[in-house]
Structures are given as C-alpha cells and as structure tokens.
C-alpha cells in the first residue's frame, strides 16, 4: 500500500514538473508587415527585452517583420487557426473579423483631433469595450495599445494634389478595408487593394498612381523614391495595437499578462519617440528625394469625406459611438 501511495506520489511530481517546465518554457511567435528597423520594427525588438529580461529568459519572443510570416489578413487569420501568437498592426485591421466592425470606426477620416487625442481616445474606455467585445466575437484581443503612427497622407506620381477633385479618376492603393475604400471612392478614386510589399513595384510600373501612408510606412517602405507628390491630409491617426490569439491569452497566467502589457507599454513608448524624430526628419528627406510637398486644403477634405460615417452608422458600429468619441476628446 504505501508503495502505491509512494508510486503515485512520485507521477504526481513528475506531472507537475513537466507542467512547470512547459509554462517555463514559453515561446510567442509575434509577426508584423512592418518593416525591420522602422520605428514600428523597433516597438517589437523592445517588447521582447523586456519580456526577456523580466522572465528571466523563459520566455521567448520570437519576432518577424516584413510580412515573413503573413500580412494582415494572414496574420489575424494565423491567431484565429493558432499558427500566429503575436501580431503588431493598426488599431482598425480588426475591424474585418466578425463582431469587432465597430473598430473601423478608428479609421473614420478626421474621427481625432490630432496624434495626442487618438492615443488618449485609443486607450480609454470607449475603445476598451470594443477591444473586449471583439476579443469575445473573433477570438482575437487587442491587450495594449501603444506606437504613434504618423498622419496619412496622400502620395502620388500626379500632382499636387490640393483638393479633393484632384483625385477623381485616380488609381491608388487603398488598404484593403471597407471604411478606406468608401473614403476614396467619395472623391472619385478608382482603388486598387494590394498589399505593403506590391505598392513600390505597382507604382513604378505605373500599375497604381499613388497611396495613402505617412512618413513611417512610406519613407519605410521607399515609396517616395517612385511616387513624387505628397499631399499633407492628415485624415487618419493610427497607432501601432498588440494583437493576441485569445486562446493563447486565456492560457497566460495573470503574471505573464501584467508582463505582456508592460512590454507593450515600453515598446509602444519607444515607437512614439522614434516616430516623432522620423516625423521631424521625415520632410528634409523628402525634399533631399526632390518630392513636391504641399499642405491642400484639408477642410475641403474633410467636407467630402463628413458623410462617410453615415453607412456605418448603426449598422457596423452602435448608433452615436462617432459622437461619442468626438465629444470625448479635449
């Protein structure tokens, strides 16, 4: 008798050890379209020394940029099937999975007042409800939000572009989201969705005439070098958001959760810092590329794009939330 006790003692042991050593052992597979060593890239090398550091090594973080494992829909798609852990994208990519249309909402143009307002709109708790209500419906959380982006723009190879109807008849590439195609097409733009490593390629080839990204992505991704108009629209503030399986979430302990969110919340500090100083330079490498830089008329902009909201409005998102957020910010 007591060498059964003895026996199974001895399992139970061997059990809890190999329990130990699995939770000890923690490898997160973390990808993005991001481009490496942009300030976006940097965000992630950053959230992984941290959790490097604070786990003592028993956690590993494993990153890949440029789309190396997916680009965005393959990486909310890898989260949803479990191949993907980790992916850092815009706030608004979520807003295609079932029950999180309300984040579209995000990308809305003129929805912020400016980088400050949407980092503060993003973080609080209008946003917080959605990110929980999208984690429930699409298995897929947004944990941290944390990276200034910097303003969209609008880049082309014809111009400059200073009104609206500058645009009509244009081919550009337009992020392959609803709410972005609707916005274009209200100015007559003829939108071609590809994705981040076809644009350079599609705008050399004349196959698209221009698209919308800031500084970051843009510079980042050398689209100035074939695409010399840039008009200063700032109708978009997007920040970088830290995506998680939510079947990997839910096996975290609460430890490894704080752990998470405080490397969110470092490299989500470190992006802003180096988006702003890119930001700074941003313009002098322009002008050093010979491209033509203009500030349109961004009210003329935003009269066009007013009505966009309207068929989303208690359809894809609650009835008032635009309100709402607007009325929110200082």
Same mark, same amino acid.
């Given at each position: 008798?007591?060498? @059964? ?5 001895a399992? $139970?042991i061997a ?11 923690l490898?997160v ?6 481009v490496t060593n942009?300030?976006?890239?940097k965000?992630?090398?950053?959230f992984?020394?941290? @959790?490097?550091?604070e786990s003592g090594?028993t956690i ?6 440029? /789309?190396?494992?997916?680009d965005?829909?393959?990486?909310i ?7 993907v852990?980790m992916?850092y994208?815009?706030v ?6 079932k029950g999180c249309g ?11 007042? /400016?980088k400050r ?5 993003l ?17 897929v ?7 200034d982006r910097?303003?969209?723009?609008i @880049? ?22 609803p709410i972005?195609?609707e ?7 003829k939108v071609?969705?590809?994705g ?5 390629m599609? $705008? ?7 698209q919308?990204n800031?500084f970051?992505?843009t ?10 108009? %840039?008009?200063?629209?700032?109708h ?8 998680v399986?939510?079947?990997? %979430? ?5 430890e490894?959760?704080?752990?998470f969110?405080r490397a969110?919340?470092e490299g989500g500090?470190?992006?802003t ?10 313009l ?6 010979? @491209?033509?830089?203009?500030?349109p008329d961004?009210?003329a902009f935003e009269?066009? %794009?007013?009505n966009?909201?309207r ?10 939330l635009?309100?709402?957020i607007?009325a929110a910010?200082?």
């Amino acid at each position: 008798m007591n060498f @059964v006790k003895v026996l199974r003692s001895a399992v $139970l042991i061997a059990f809890l050890c190999m329990g130990q050593a699995h939770a000890a052992n923690l490898t997160v597979r973390f990808g993005t379209p991001f481009v490496t060593n942009s300030n976006l890239h940097k965000a992630m090398e950053k959230f992984a020394e941290v @959790v490097a550091k604070e786990s003592g090594g028993t956690i590993k973080v494993q990153i890949y940029a440029d /789309s190396q494992i997916g680009d965005i829909q393959q990486l909310i798609a890898g989260m949803q099937l479990g191949t993907v852990d980790m992916a850092y994208l815009g706030v608004g990519n979520a807003g295609q999975l079932k029950g999180c249309g309300p984040l579209n909402v995000s990308y809305l143009p003129y929805l912020f007042k /400016s980088k400050r307002a949407a980092e503060d709109a993003l973080n609080g708790p209008i946003f917080q409800e959605l990110y929980e209500q999208c984690a429930q419906s699409a298995n897929v959380r947004i944990f941290a939000v944390g990276g200034d982006r910097s303003p969209r723009a609008i @880049v082309t190879t014809k111009g400059p572009i200073m009104k609206p109807g500058d645009l009509n008849g244009m081919r550009l590439r337009i992020p392959p989201i609803p709410i972005f195609r609707e916005t274009f097409e209200a100015v007559g733009v003829k939108v071609v969705p590809l994705g981040l490593n076809e644009v350079y390629m599609a $705008l050399s080839r004349g196959q698209v005439e221009g698209q919308d990204n800031g500084f970051d992505l843009t510079l980042s991704f050398r689209f100035h070098e074939v695409s010399k108009f %840039w008009s200063a629209t700032d109708h978009c503030f997007d920040m970088g958001a830290f995506y998680v399986a939510e079947r990997k %979430w839910k096996m975290f302990t609460p430890e490894q959760k704080a752990l998470f969110k405080r490397a969110a919340a470092e490299g989500g500090k470190l992006a802003t810092q180096l988006g702003e100083e890119f930001d700074k330079r941003g313009l002098e490498e322009l002008r050093k590329a010979g @491209v033509n830089y203009v500030v349109p008329d961004r009210a003329a902009f935003e009269k066009a %794009w007013a009505n966009v909201y309207r068929s989303y409005e208690g359809k894809v998102w609650p009835e008032g939330l635009v309100q709402r957020i607007k009325a929110a910010q200082k």
